[in-house]
C-alpha cells in the first residue's frame, strides 16, 4: 500500500467520522424489571470528561459534554390507562454519588422507591425514587419524571440536556414505584458526549493510541515498503537498458550494468533488514531496537558488500553463458549471510509472538478487572430483593433528627464501611 493510498484512505476515515452523529442509546419497545418495591430500566453507563461550561444548556454546543433526553416516551396499555399514575422518573448520577439514591428506615430494609411509612417521616414523596442531593455538588444527582393522566397511553419526558461539569462515571436509570404500570415500556434515546467526541469515557484514548501507532509506526513502515517498490522499478529499467544496449551494439555497458546491479543489491538489503526489524517488534510491541541497531546496521553492510561483489563479478562485462570459477568463492559468504537472516528472524519472530501472548494475557487480566470495577452500574442488576451497590441509608424520626441535626436521608458508617471493605476485595 502506497503512501498516497493509506493517505487517502486516512482523509476518507476522518470524513466519515465528522460526520458520525453521537453515542446514542437507543430504547425500542424496553421492559421494566422489578428490583425491591422499585421496576428499574438501566439507560446506560459511560465514563464523561467534563465539559468545558458550568452551565446547563438545552442546546449544548459541540465542543460541551452532555447527556440528552431525545423524545424519550414511556407506553402503557390502553386497558391500564384508566387511571393517574406515580411519576416514571429518570435517575442520572455519578458513580461516587450513589450512596445518595435510596434509604431505609431505623437501620431497617432498604428501598429505592419511597413507602407510605418513609412518606409519614417527611424525608420523601410516596412513590417516588428516595434520593438527596451530594455533598460535593447539590445540583446531584439529576432527578426528574413525567406521570400519565387518566387515558394516557403515553407520556413523554420533556427535552432536557444535562451539562456534565465533573469527570466521572455517569450511570442513568428509569425507575417507576407504581405496580399498577405492569408491562410499562420506554422508547426514544438518549445522548452522551464527550468534549471531544461522541466516544465513550473509556474509549476515547483508543482513537490517540491508534492513531498515534498509525502515524508514528506503521506510517514510516509503509515508506519502507514503498522505498522496496521503487527500488525495484529502477532496477528493472537499468536492466532493460543493458540488456537493450547490449542487444545492438554487442558490448556490454559498464556502466548501465554497475547501476542495476546496485539497485537490485540494495533493494535486496533493505527488504531483509526490514522483515528482520518487524519480526524483532518494532513498531508494536518496542519503540526502538535499542542495543541491536548496531549489529542490525552491521549484519545488513556485510550483506550489501557481500551481494554486491558477487553480483559486479558475475555481470559487469560478462558476455558468456558459463559462469567463472571466482563466483564460486563469492557465493559462499551471500549465501551464509542470508542463513543468518532467516535464522535471526525467525528466532526474533518467535520472541515477539511470545512477548505478545504475555500481553494479552496481562491485558485480558486487567480488562476483566477494569470492567468488573465498581461503576456503579450494576445496582440494580444483583437480585429482587436487595440492591447492594447502592448503599443503604438510615431514615431517623423527626425528633432524633432534631437532635443530631441529621439529614432526611443519611447513609450508616457501619454499611458504608462493610461496602468499602468489600469493594477492596473485589
Partial sequence: MSPITVTVLSILLLMISLHTEASVHHYKGESFSAKGNAFVFHGGSEGIYSSTLNDTSFSPSIADSFIRFDK???RRNKELSNFSSWPVQAVVFEVEDRETIGGSA???Q???CCTGDLAKLGVC???QVIHRRSTVNSDWPQVYGVAFNIDDEVAE???KSIQITKTGMYNLYFIHCDPRLKELV?????VWKNPSGYLPGRMAPMKIFFQFIFWKEVFPLQNCITLVITLGMFEMAFWYFDYAEFSETGIRPTGTTVWAVTFGTVKKTVARLIILIVSMGYGVVRPTLGGLTSKVIMLGGTFFVASEVLE????VGAISDLSGKAKLFLVLPAAVLDVFFILWIFTSLSATLNKLQLWLYLWDGYAMRYAYRDDGSEEFDRDDTTLTLIKPSS???????????ARPVQTSNENSNDDLEEDKRE
Fill in 395 to 405: 431514615i431517623l424520626p423527626k425528633d432524633v433528627r432534631s437532635v443530631t441535626d
Fill in 110 to 112: 432498604r428501598a429505592v
Fill in 125 to 127: 414523596n410516596e412513590g
Fill in 186 to 190: 420506554v422508547e426514544g434515546k438518549t
Fill in 106 to 108: 431505623y437501620g431497617g
Fill in 312 to 315: 559486479l563479478v558475475e555481470h
Fill in 157 to 159: 419526558l420533556p427535552l
Fill in 72 to 74: 424519550v416516551t414511556f
